[in-house]
């Protein structure tokens, strides 16, 4: 008994010298990571003459750059397959075009797209309309992929020369709205779902009642798709005028592809360019090689982007234009990251109120809706700046759709693109019973309860009664928004709720039925905005949730040092593929909060591009 007890404690002691061996081999690293990361300097950079701009976006374009979080940093670096995308905000793009536009030194842009992994229709046309403006200069655009996107390809077509890969392709697949039903799925399961709804086009809950998109959805998609796929035809014939290309190059049906690609021998990259999708088949480190032959001299975006002066240059206006933005669901409390939380957006619209510099708020909204009651009490928020005389101005992005509109209307002033996706303007509510697939497995409720709404519960049949009731909460919103809509845009009842129905409109669309004023870009929105308040001389600050000095320090020395991180110590691919997967199809489920169970949110605004 005794060996057996010096037998233990050896052991113990073993695991505890391990335990610190570890603990302080950990410490020991990340000091070791921090010294590096705070040490670090970057070297200047040095722009020569005949210099090219490598537009190289390894990520995606996006409206607004996340803040800096250290537990988000280390999720998406050690599970996220993405790990190495960044982010680039649309405008500190186009403050680079437009500088390199001016700048002696920079003769050729050269748009490296292989890394680019999303942007919006109206993202690539803001780039697009600066590479214009930057051609006229005299300088070149020259564009360069392994193969093309359907959206890298949109960014490419404004290039004076576009080349692609002999073993690469051009990928040009439409817009697209499909879904999966899980009607059948359902009833194989006993799971009642008790959907609550108004409006003839909202969508949202069909999966959950049907077996295929019904014919009043596919008419209403069909609709805003098509004039976006039209657009972004026209977009490529425009800025292709000077080849050959054709309609039938971007769009052709499945027997001219196929004629196409037997006169190419199936040869993917031979057939873009015969039908003038592109100019050349020439490699990507080629392309670079023939620059450099030339004594050409290389700048990434990333290099000469940190060149660049503030983009809301320090305070030295007496009057304010606040920027606020937001990106993403609309859920209620305080939320962080890509959604609109209806505490924390409420305060930043309070701080405009609170700040006796700013005379005016632009709102740049980027949003499919969510939560009715967050989206009224941000509305309510923008009727107590109007009512202190501060002017709000709302900046539509690829989508302010729904509980997006909802919050609009109350604006001084309505700005899209003609490819924003808005409108949508309808709610429901959904709750599922599970009692029949209980009961089949024998597992019954019973009891009792002091009222009929004490019975209320995800195991229990619903009463007819109570789905009454719960039936008259979602009308009574439907109005409510009907309202609000009607007070805001100067519409009769009538006139909304024919536009309404939670139909979805683009920006064109919208502008002839009176749900926008303007179709133009965020500058256009503060411009308007200025004139408004008849402000000539202000400045533009960006209002973005407050982050305590010792945070943002921790989030940023952290959140570089995470980076350092070696490969061995990340997920792999598949692991990495399955938890991305899982994350945006649970997204809503997690999401979506409203206390009441009404949403006004618009699913299809995620279109298949």
Same mark, same amino acid.
């Given at each position: 008994? &005794? ?19 570890? !603990? ?21 950079? +040095? ?40 982010? +680039?905000?649309?405008?500190?793009? =186009?403050?680079?075009?437009?500088? /390199? ?52 390809? =949109? ?14 392709? @051009? ?5 697209? @709205? +499909? ?6 799925? $359902? ?9 609550? &709804? ?34 972004? !035809? ?46 050349? =088949?020439?490699?990507?480190?080629? @392309? ?6 030339? #004594? ?61 510099? @700013?005379? /005016? ?52 002033? !309505? ?42 519960? $995800? ?28 007070? #805001? ?27 926008? *004023? ?5 500058? *256009? ?62 997204? =809503? ?11 006004? +949110? ?8």
């Amino acid at each position: 008994m &005794k060996a057996l007890m010096t037998l233990f404690k050896s052991f113990a002691k073993l695991i505890n010298v391990t335990r610190l061996i570890v !603990i302080n081999g950990l410490f020991l690293a990340i000091l070791f990571i921090f010294v590096i990361a705070i040490t670090r300097q970057d070297e200047p950079v +040095y722009i020569a003459d005949n210099s090219v701009l490598q537009l190289n976006f390894n990520g995606n374009i996006v409206e607004q750059k996340q803040q800096l979080d250290f537990s988000s940093e280390i999720s998406k670096q050690l599970i996220d397959e993405n790990e190495q995308l960044s982010e +680039y905000p649309i405008e500190e793009i =186009l403050q680079v075009i437009n500088h /390199a536009e001016q700048d002696p030194r920079i003769n050729t842009i050269l748009l490296d797209l292989s890394g680019l992994q999303s942007a919006s229709l109206n993202h690539i046309k803001s780039i697009g309309n600066a590479l214009n403006e930057f051609k006229l200069n005299d300088k070149k655009v020259l564009a360069t992929s392994d193969s093309y996107t359907q959206i890298q390809y =949109l960014l490419s077509s404004y290039a004076d020369k576009i080349y692609l890969d002999p073993q690469g392709m @051009v990928t040009l697949q439409g817009f697209s @709205v +499909y879904r999966l039903y899980f009607k059948e799925l $359902l009833d194989n399961l006993l799971i009642t779902p008790h959907i609550f &709804k108004v409006g003839t086009f909202k969508s949202f809950v069909e999966p959950f009642t049907e077996t295929e998109m019904s014919d009043a959805s596919k008419t209403a998609n069909s609709h805003w798709l098509n004039q976006l796929w039209q657009d972004y !035809i026209d977009t490529v014939l425009l800025q292709r005028k000077s080849t050959n290309i054709s309609s039938d190059s971007i769009s052709p049906s499945l027997e001219q592809m196929h004629s196409a690609l037997l006169e190419s021998k199936g040869d993917t990259a031979l057939y873009a360019k015969q039908v003038g999708l592109i100019d050349e =088949l020439l490699p990507r480190f080629n @392309v670079i090689k023939n620059f450099e032959s030339t #004594g050409s001299k290389w700048i990434s975006y990333t290099q000469y982007q940190s060149t660049m002066p503030s983009l809301y240059p320090s305070e030295t206006s007496e009057d304010l234009i606040a920027l606020i933005y937001g990106q993403g669901e609309i859920v209620t409390g305080t939320q962080s990251g890509n959604t609109i939380g209806g505490d924390s957006f409420s305060k930043l619209l309070e701080k405009a109120l609170n700040n006796q510099r @700013v005379k /005016a708020v632009v709102l740049r909204l980027d949003t499919p809706g969510g939560s009715a009651f967050a989206s009224e009490k941000i509305r309510q928020h923008i009727l107590a700046l109007k009512a202190a005389d501060k002017t709000v101005v709302v900046s539509m992005g690829s989508m302010a759709a729904s509980g997006g509109y909802w919050i609009s209307s109350g604006a001084d002033h !309505i700005v899209a693109s003609p490819s924003t996706l808005t409108g949508s303007i309808g709610i429901f509510g959904m709750y599922a019973s599970a009692d029949k697939a209980l009961n089949k497995i024998g597992i019954y409720n019973d009891g009792v309860g002091t009222t009929p709404l004490s019975s209320l519960d $995800l195991t229990r049949p619903l009463d007819p009664q109570m789905a009454d009731i719960l039936q008259l909460g979602i009308e009574h919103g439907y109005q409510q928004f009907l309202s609000v809509v009607s007070e #805001g845009r100067g519409m009769t009842l009538n006139e909304v709720d024919r536009v309404a129905q939670g139909r979805v409109w683009t920006g064109r669309d919208a502008k002839e039925l009176g749900l926008v *004023d303007q179709l133009g870009t965020l500058q *256009d929105a503060i411009n308007q905005a200025a004139e408004i308040a008849q402000l000539t001389d202000y400045d533009v600050q960006p209002f973005l949730k407050t982050v305590s000095a010792k945070q943002q320090l921790i989030n940023e020395i952290m959140s570089s040092s995470v980076s350092l991180l070696p490969e061995s110590l990340r997920a792999n691919t598949p692991l990495g593929k399955t938890l991305s997967t899982l994350q945006q199809q649970s997204s =809503l489920l997690t999401t979506l909060n409203d206390p009441k169970g009404h949403y006004a +949110y618009c699913p299809m605004c995620y279109v298949n591009q």
